[in-house]
């Protein structure tokens, strides 16, 4: 086997990783390369839903993740005015999934967890500090083109995965479109210790508050509680994270005596987007890369995850000879209408939910809210969408 017989993968967040490791722990040799000097801790996603935790249980690292983060076994919808309108039990999907229940850990622990099993492996060469800024291919493999500390350099492998985010490089140089929306107003998203469980009654880990004028986040993480909120007309970003603004608003959450103390804080526009492809020939498009969507429901990261097992698994095939080309066309055809069809619209049906102004409808969606988790039926079946357990069904059928 030459050096140039191992499939490149750009970006080491939680898809480039897992891609990384289930290519890796089925003897195929793997180049990870991250633009950043080290794995980031931000804000970023910290939903693991059901299927991506039997995804990454059946990669071996998911009782690292259990110790790391907190079991939810269920989520609430709320509303400032009515208090709880449903609490989603995820004890129904028992006989849907072996993790009945999300986990509430920031991504980037996932991240150093597979990149410590990637290290152990001799198939493996990651680096950092290496930015993709090109690609090109032929029929016989593809060529990455990255800049590194030693200066600019030229990667050889059979396939390329871009998992270099929203702004990947890769798709942009090999021309494929992003259409999509931009959302007009910036998101803030906060963390605090204040334990905002004795203030709410009953409060879930994870809580959707909804207000025709100020809807807001809840998810707990491991010993901080993060609040996602939307800005208001003529704010910036810099504008959003001053410690004025920061206060006011999370005192209009909660109001307090004194000042919130906070950890993180940050605040970012928000995209509905899906790449025109997710495969250009020998290079593939996944996660942030292929698709970006808002954070409600948190449907980003665990589709990503997604991508990267779904493609990973016909990569094998590929090179293991079971099966030809052919295959790794379904890659676009199973992931993509997901993210078309499902993920994009549901995220924006969240949103539009939860800031929805005419009282008749605001009503008339939390009977049918109500109605629904009093019905086990319709209750599984809701929890089986938004867990992301049908679309993986569905993607299945396609063949």
Same mark, same amino acid.
């Not at 004890?91 to 410590?116: F, M, N, S």
């Not at 005596?257 to 899906?274: I, N």
């Given at each position: 086997m030459s050096d140039n017989d191992r499939v490149l993968i750009a970006g080491a967040g939680p898809v480039g990783c897992s891609a990384a490791l289930y290519l890796a722990q089925r003897g195929i040799p793997v180049t990870l390369v991250e633009a950043a000097a080290t794995l980031p801790e931000d804000l970023r996603a910290s939903t693991f839903h059901p299927p991506t935790l039997d995804m990454l249980d059946d990669l071996g690292v998911v009782d690292q993740l259990l110790e790391q983060g907190i079991v939810c076994p269920e989520w609430q919808y709320r509303d400032t005015r009515e208090g709880v309108i449903a609490n989603?039990?995820?004890?129904?999907?028992?006989?849907?999934?072996?993790?009945? $229940?999300?986990?509430?850990?920031?991504? $980037?622990?996932?991240?150093? *967890? *597979? *990149?410590?099993?990637?290290?152990k492996m001799d198939n493996v060469d990651v680096r950092f500090r290496v930015r993709a800024t090109g690609t090109s291919q032929d029929e016989h493999g593809v060529t990455l083109s990255v800049e590194g500390p030693e200066g600019p350099e030229d990667l050889k492998g059979? $396939?390329? *995965? @871009?998992?270099?985010? @929203?702004?990947?490089? %890769?798709? %942009?140089?090999?021309?494929?479109?992003?259409?999509?929306?931009? &959302?007009?107003?910036?998101?803030?998203?906060?963390?605090?210790?204040?334990? &905002?469980?004795?203030?709410?009654?009953?409060? !879930?880990?994870?809580?959707? %508050? !909804?207000?025709?004028?100020?809807?807001?986040v809840f998810v707990r993480v491991p010993g901080l509680w993060r609040l996602l909120l939307p800005s208001r007309v003529g704010e910036t970003a810099e504008s959003l994270v001053t410690d004025e603004t920061v206060q006011e608003r999370m005192h209009q959450v909660c109001p307090k005596?004194?000042? $919130?103390?906070?950890?993180?804080?940050?605040?970012?526009?928000?995209?509905?987007?899906?790449a025109e492809t997710y495969r250009k020939g020998r290079v593939f498009l996944a996660g942030d890369a292929a698709h970006i969507n808002n954070p409600l429901g948190g449907m980003g990261m665990n589709g990503g995850i997604h991508d990267a097992v779904n493609l990973s698994k016909k990569l094998v095939k590929v090179w293991n000879g079971e099966a030809d080309d052919r295959v790794l066309d379904l890659y676009d055809a199973q992931r993509r209408p997901i993210a078309v069809d499902y993920v994009q619209k549901t995220t924006i049906r969240n949103k539009q939910m939860l800031e929805e102004t005419d009282p008749d409808a605001r009503k008339a969606k939390h009977d049918e809210m109500r109605a629904m988790v009093a019905d086990p039926a319709k209750a599984r079946e809701y929890l089986l969408q938004s867990s992301m357990i049908t679309t993986l069904s569905e993607a299945e059928k396609i063949g």
């Open positions: 989603w039990d995820l004890g129904v999907l028992k006989d849907d999934t072996r993790h009945p $229940y999300r986990i509430q850990c920031e991504q $980037y622990k996932l991240t150093r *967890i *597979i *990149i410590a099993e990637l290290a059979k $396939y390329l *995965i @871009a998992a270099d985010g @929203a702004s990947s490089v %890769i798709r %942009i140089t090999q021309g494929i479109e992003f259409p999509g929306l931009t &959302f007009p107003e910036l998101w803030l998203c906060t963390s605090t210790e204040f334990k &905002f469980e004795d203030h709410f009654e009953d409060l !879930a880990p994870i809580a959707y %508050i !909804a207000d025709p004028d100020f809807w807001f005596t004194g000042d $919130y103390d906070t950890f993180h804080r940050t605040a970012y526009s928000v995209h509905q987007r899906v």
